[in-house]
């Protein structure tokens, strides 16, 4: 089900892989890796993860999360894991991803503009998932065809 991850590098980061989960559809979870992202010294500046397909709570949470610890903000560093985790997404044959963020969050939807994902617009989150309950209300949609 999970494919290699050896060629998930460019001349500054890697994805180092932390581990892989299988799908619960019991609670429409996908499957998913989650990874380091580390300067080539190996050095970890933050993480990332990807969800394998697509079903009604991608929409809104997105096939990709990431975060970039404050001291290596700034490099556009998860740009270029968007671009490694592109590269996995299509040895899963998907043609298309989503990825999320707060209204607010000006760096992350600075983060999706660089990637090269094309703005779909804001949505409401609806009451039964999830990230309701953690207090979120609404995300910004960005739209990447791979």
């Known amino acids: 089900m999970f494919c290699d991850v050896a060629d998930l590098n460019n001349e500054e980061i890697f994805l180092r892989l932390v581990e892989t989960c299988d799908e619960r559809p019991e609670k429409r979870w996908l499957p998913v890796y989650h990874f380091d992202i580390c300067l080539l010294d190996g050095t970890k500046i933050g993480c990332c993860e990807l969800r394998i397909g697509h079903n009604d709570k991608t929409y809104f949470g997105g096939n990709i999360g990431y975060g970039i610890d404050e001291s290596y903000r700034g490099h556009h560093y998860a740009a270029k894991a968007c671009a490694l985790l592109f590269i996995q997404a299509r040895k899963h044959h998907m043609k298309d991803l989503i ?3 707060a209204p607010d969050n000006a760096a ?9 994902g094309d703005y ?7 009451e039964d998932n999830e990230m309701y309950s953690q207090g979120k ?9 791979l």
């Open 108 to 116: 992350s939807s600075r983060t999706c503009q660089i990637a090269g």
């Open 120 to 126: 779909v617009g804001i949505a409401d989150i609806p």
């Open 137 to 145: 209300r609404q995300v910004m949609v960005y739209h990447f065809a």
């Open 99 to 101: 990825i999320t963020c």
